[in-house]
């Protein structure tokens, strides 16, 4: 039949691009057992070369990706080779070279599968809580108001500005959002970013919106990301897009946060921006407090950000830990990838991904202006996406394109697809013929299994990344909440200060190199070949 000859000949064509492929991504070293022998000698050794550094973190650094999962890990790092022309599955991601890994289980007191603010509760405060609530216990109740009284959790930024040193939050989504949130507010809503979000039950049992508490709850040094529009009266015109409604300010009460809080840094040295221009003009050497909101919402994707009008997470990220660093007691700071999760709940790979690969860089520039003897750099994720990596793809195949193999239907599919969400479009109890679309788009959307309007977070583990002071304490597979008091004690902070009253019994020499030399094998670049597997599509 012409459907088993289509077959055949896709299998042969199969067959021949595989043996074309390994020849163009495959090193004479790769075929050599003793390539692979020698790679493995040199993380041996790195390992067995590795000493606990037990300095108190004067620093900490805490990066979160929203929503990435191990599996988008992985994908962030062979598009990160990618786009640099290489394979990609050899590729280093920044966060790979720390040297010590663990898990992190996410599930909330309510649900399996959890969300950004429960998570958030847990890996800044502490506790593990309910889905939607922010800085409460379990005992707050989603959207109850009288449930927060009495059950406030205060968070590691809180702990470590109670201590004297400087904190700050960077994001790229609004500054309201939950998982920023979780650092400075108590709310039994997470979308209760300003008061016109709040039900009138709510207002009138004492709660006070996000936003509110964003500037009167702790006095945070940087606040950088998105979210000008919850901060001004109703009607107040974007000064970006003046024209747009939807950017206009949303506050019923009247008030100008933002006014407001550059009052109360009377005497200092305080900035608010909302633009590039004005941002790289600010000198950090005599900048005590910064306050830049570049959208009326969530920043733009990295894709579609103006790098005129708006700058990248690795500059904002670097120019709060030049602001914070001046501290002599430390700083902590949070350094959210919002968008990874926004990306993902589109079913837009390529956009969740690059977010992906852009927090990878800003940690990377955190870590070459940051000194690894005093600061603790963790980085990981709140929860995963139903997102797979699937299909029997050639070696240096697009991690955005397709799988070489095709459906039973004898419709191609993408390597990367999502367990639910807005990709699933059965037309005639068919799947969409894809042979002649563009998956690597930008605006491509990953076909799903299940029809939903947004995609949905995964439940398994999440990894966690350490390195700097006390960074073995991060190991094994501990709860989420496990996380802020690891942190706490490597900086002295909260309880549990036994340690702290004796001077540290590590000398200079054990700590020079507390992370492992990173293997020649993993530095060196396999050869650009050609990526033939667009043949079969």
């Known amino acids: 039949t012409s459907s088993l000859r289509h077959t055949v000949l896709q299998l042969v064509l199969i067959l021949c691009v595989s043996s074309y492929l390994w020849q163009s991504w495959c090193t004479a070293d790769e075929e050599d057992p003793a390539f692979w022998r020698r790679q493995a000698q040199e993380s041996l050794q790195a390992a067995l070369s590795l000493h606990h550094n037990t300095n108190v973190a004067k620093n900490i650094l805490l990066f979160l990706g929203d929503g990435m999962g191990i599996t988008t890990l992985t994908a962030a790092r062979i598009l990160k080779g990618q786009l640099e022309n290489r394979s990609g599955e050899e590729t280093v991601m920044t966060m790979d070279t720390f040297p010590y890994v663990g898990l992190a289980k996410t599930y909330s007191v309510d649900f399996q599968i959890p969300d950004s603010a429960s998570t958030a509760t847990a890996y800044l405060c502490g506790v593990k809580s309910n889905l939607n609530t922010v800085g409460l216990s379990g005992a707050g109740r989603n959207g109850v108001c ?16 109670d201590a004297g040193k400087s904190v700050g939050i960077v994001t790229t989504t609004r500054v309201q959002h939950a998982t920023p949130a979780a650092a400075y507010a108590h709310s039994a809503s997470r979308k209760w970013y300003a008061d016109s979000d709040m039900p009138a039950s709510a207002k009138e049992g004492g709660c006070r919106d996000i936003a509110h508490q964003l500037i009167n709850n702790i006095d945070i040094d940087v606040i950088i ?6 901060m001004t009266p109703r009607g107040t015109k974007d000064p970006e897009y003046p024209y747009d409604l939807a950017a206009a300010g949303r506050r019923a009460d009247g008030r100008d946060l933002i006014a407001e809080w550059q009052k109360s840094k009377a005497g200092k040295v305080a900035h608010y921006v909302w633009n590039k221009k004005d941002f790289d003009a600010i000198d950090s050497n005599t900048t005590d407090y910064l306050m830049a909101l570049f959208e009326p ?7 579609e950000r103006d790098p005129v009008k708006d700058p990248s997470v690795i500059e904002t990220t670097e ?7 001046k501290n002599p007691k430390g700083f902590f700071l949070l350094v959210e990838g919002g968008r990874i999760d926004q990306g993902h709940h589109a079913s837009r790979a390529s956009m969740a991904l690059h977010e992906a690969v852009a927090l990878d860089r800003a940690v990377a520039r955190a870590l070459e202006i940051t000194n690894e003897n005093d600061t603790l750099t963790l980085a990981t994720a709140d929860h995963s996406h139903a997102f797979s990596f699937n299909g029997y793809p050639f070696r240096g195949n697009p991690i955005l394109g397709k799988s070489p193999l095709f459906g039973k239907d004898s419709l191609p599919f993408t390597t990367l697809m999502y367990g639910n969400g807005p990709g699933h479009k059965i037309v005639n109890n068919k799947r969409p013929d894809i042979r002649g679309v563009d998956t690597t788009s930008n605006a491509y959307v990953q076909q799903s299994a299940v029809p939903m309007d947004t995609e949905t977070h995964g439940g398994e ?9 006390m960074a073995h304490l991060f190991h094994g597979v501990q709860e989420q909440n496990y996380i802020p008091h690891a942190l706490a004690y490597a900086a002295c902070l909260g309880e549990n200060l036994g340690h702290c009253l004796s001077p540290s019994s590590t000398t200079e020499q054990d700590v020079m190199n507390t992370a492992p030399r990173l293997p020649s094998h993993l530095i060196a670049q396999l050869t650009v070949g050609i990526l033939a597997t667009t043949l079969l599509h």
């Open 225 to 230: 990301g998105g979210g000008r529009k919850y």
């Open 297 to 303: 919402g969530d920043l733009r994707f990295e894709l």
């Open 461 to 469: 583990d999440v990894a966690v990344f350490a390195r700097g002071p």
């Open 146 to 161: 009288r449930s927060q009284k009495g059950n406030e959790v205060t968070s590691i930024l809180r702990w470590a500005k």
């Open 319 to 325: 120019k709060a830990i030049q602001i914070l660093q």
